[in-house]
Nanobody, 123 residues
Framework: QVQLVESGGGLVQTGGSLRLSCVAS????????MGWFRQAPGKEREFVAA????????YYADSVKGRFTISRDRAKNTVYLQMNTLKPEDTAVYYC????????????????WGKGTLVTVSS
């Protein structure tokens, strides 16, 4: 049974930082591109960041470039999202997702999703 479990969300002030983690189990981690998506209240789920299977390439939404960094640890089956200089518009539920042999940038291509972790940025 495949599981993606996110953690690290919480309440932070504008300008603060958080690091999200997503632990994957039940799959061959190195076969999957991994992505982070987010969904704010009343909005569609949107792409945030992605990293390819061997961490050769990373991709970011324009809204987070220069502030967020995605990384992965093969030994721990974990993908991270370091979020710096947070803004109120970053408030959302953040989801981890896995894309078999893919770049993990397109929501429709994801095979597996986590249940999400809430990030709230206060102004």
């Amino acid at each position: 049974q495949v599981q993606l479990v996110e953690s690290g969300g919480g309440l932070v002030q504008t300008g603060g930082s958080l690091r999200l983690s997503c632990v994957a189990s039940g799959l061959t981690f190195s076969d999957y591109g991994m992505g982070w998506f987010r969904q704010a209240p009343g909005k569609e789920r949107e792409f945030v960041a992605a990293i390819t299977r061997r961490a050769i390439s990373t991709y970011y939404a324009d809204s987070v470039k220069g502030r967020f960094t995605i990384s992965r640890d093969r030994a721990k089956n974990t993908v991270y999202l370091q979020m710096n200089t947070l803004k109120p518009e970053d408030t959302a539920v953040y989801y981890c997702a896995a894309d078999l042999f893919g770049s993990a940038q397109n929501r429709g291509d994801m095979e597996y999703w986590g249940k999400g972790t809430l990030v709230t940025v206060s102004s």
